[in-house]
């Protein structure tokens, strides 16, 4: 396998494209080596459905679209961004609030400390943001 490999998909900020998200993402690590219904694949499903969105529903309508990037670099780390346009960073909210809504980042968080990964968050040229997740690439053992 390369050194390096990306797939990228841009989507439109609505909430259908979040199964759109998905299956690009499920398609992508298939062709990668991870088959579908392995424990990893279905957690990095949760996570970009998580992070999607998010980038559907949290953008308040100021990003028209939201992009995916998967990037496996060496076989050994995969890295999950979703980007949109809008200024606001992912906030902390208090535990009360949690209850209703806004558990999404600490479930994102969770799986990744989970499977040894870390949450990045970049700001984009034009203003926006990438949230990454960074994960050790791990394959199915061949039974």
Do not use: C, Y
């Not at 100021?62 to 998967?70: C, G, H, K, M, R």
Request: charged share 20%; no cysteine.
């Amino acid at each position: 396998m390369a050194d390096h490999q990306e797939a990228t998909v841009t989507l439109p900020s609505d909430p259908a494209s979040v199964s759109s998200a998905r299956r690009h993402v499920a398609t992508t690590l298939a062709a990668w080596g991870l088959p579908d219904g392995t424990e990893f694949a279905d957690v990095v499903r949760l996570i970009v459905s998580e992070l999607a969105t998010n980038a559907v529903q949290h953008t308040f309508g100021q990003s028209p679209t939201f992009t995916v990037d998967l990037r496996l670099d060496r076989d050994e780390e995969l890295r999950l961004g979703v980007t949109d346009s809008h200024p606001r960073w992912p906030q902390r909210l208090p535990a009360a609030v949690r209850q209703d809504n806004g558990r999404g980042m600490v479930i994102i968080r969770a799986l990744a400390k989970e499977r040894g990964g870390r949450l990045q968050i970049t700001p984009t040229a034009e203003g926006g943001k990438t949230v990454w997740i960074v994960l050790p690439w791990v394959l199915p053992i061949p039974g």
